[in-house]
């Protein structure tokens, strides 16, 4: 089956981009995407891409995607303390179901 | 805009007691699922639902129990609760490309 990897923490500067990678392994995936949790929270989509786009570009937001490789990543530009949350990849199985197939997060901390 | 509601926010099980943990959805989405959230780790799957009267379970099942009578409503029944069961519960619901989560449910079987 599908598996989702990303690594665990990410520290930056409030004001520097952050980067956060993801590599999946089932490249029939027909959606990959990126989540929020904040602390004590449930999950808030931030953005998707679909699997025959590269780019994907929404405000502060960036996602490329290396479909050869499999690896996903989420830009961040302008990174604020409000930022600080944790960030999971999902890939959505294409069976019709919807599943969401999810990283184990990367905990993203920003410094002031 | 009530969205996915998880009920209740908190509970603190003994080995052996059993419970329900509910949710429910007022957007008229016919997929719902039911993750499981461990420290340091990916949210689980443990079952997903198509539509009313159709539940099907994924890749953590075993403990656990579903049903889908209506469209709005996915509860998920713990019979016999064991320390392994201790976790954060997330609800979601999703119409298509995009879930839509409850705040969790925070376990814990003592």
């Known amino acids: 089956g599908e598996d989702v990897e990303q690594s665990l923490f990410l520290s930056v500067r409030e004001g520097d981009s952050s980067v956060i990678n993801c590599t999946y392994t089932?490249?029939?995936?027909?959606?990959l995407y990126w989540y929020k949790q904040e602390p004590g929270a449930g999950l808030q989509l931030l953005t998707y891409i679909f699997s025959n786009m590269d780019m994907k570009q929404d405000q502060r937001l960036t996602v490329l995607l290396n479909k050869k490789d499999k690896h996903l990543s989420l830009r961040i530009a302008d990174t604020q303390t409000g930022d600080s949350a944790i960030y999971f990849c999902?890939?959505?199985?294409?069976?019709?179901?919807?599943?969401?197939?999810f990283g184990t997060g990367t905990r993203l901390k920003v410094l002031a | 805009n009530a969205g996915v509601t998880q009920t209740p926010k908190f509970r603190i099980l003994k080995i052996g007691q059993s419970m329900t943990l509910q949710c429910t959805q007022d957007m008229n989405h016919n997929y719902m699922y039911w993750y499981r959230q461990d420290p340091g780790m990916g949210l689980k799957l443990i079952y997903y639902?198509?539509?009313?009267?159709?539940?099907d379970k994924g890749e953590v099942p075993n403990g656990y129990n579903v049903s889908r009578s209506t469209t709005e409503d996915f509860p998920l029944r713990l019979e016999l609760a064991a320390p392994s069961q201790t976790s954060v519960y997330f609800c979601?619901?999703?119409?298509?490309?995009?879930?839509?989560f409850g705040q969790g449910t925070r376990l814990t079987v003592v």
């Open positions: 999902a890939a959505g199985e294409a069976s019709g179901t919807y599943k969401y197939i």
């Open positions: 639902s198509v539509g009313a009267g159709i539940t």
């Open positions: 089932d490249s029939s995936s027909t959606y």
């Open positions: 979601a619901s999703s119409i298509n490309t995009e879930a839509f």
